[in-house]
């Protein structure tokens, strides 16, 4: 006797398996890894560039203490930019202020 039985024209697979051929597997990899360090690249920059920030130039600041004028960057703070999980580089960009 033949038995019939329902046949699915989707792969079966286990819960959370997904099957993909290796030459996308590794394309996929290849892409993860050129995208991870494309962002820890721009993460050390942008850290490089807050800490330039925070540093004052030669001479900025040393006229004001002797009674002289340092001209237009007297009056300079450093500005701390962060990022966290929920903002992207372009917010950040745009909630930087200019020192002044």
Known sequence: MLEM???SPYRMSLLGCTHVSIDD???VCQLYEATRLILAE???SD???SRVDMVPPAGR???MRHGG???HGAGCRPVIIE???ESG???SEATTSKMS
Do not use: Q
Request: charged share 30%; no cysteine; hydrophobic share 20%.
């Open 89 to 91: 580089s372009e917010y």
């Open 61 to 63: 600041g040393r006229g």
């Open 5 to 7: 039985h329902l046949v």
């Open 25 to 27: 597997y590794n394309k």
């Open 69 to 71: 004028h340092t001209g």
């Open 42 to 44: 721009a993460k050390l």
């Open 47 to 49: 850290e490089h560039i």
């Open 83 to 85: 990022e966290t999980e």
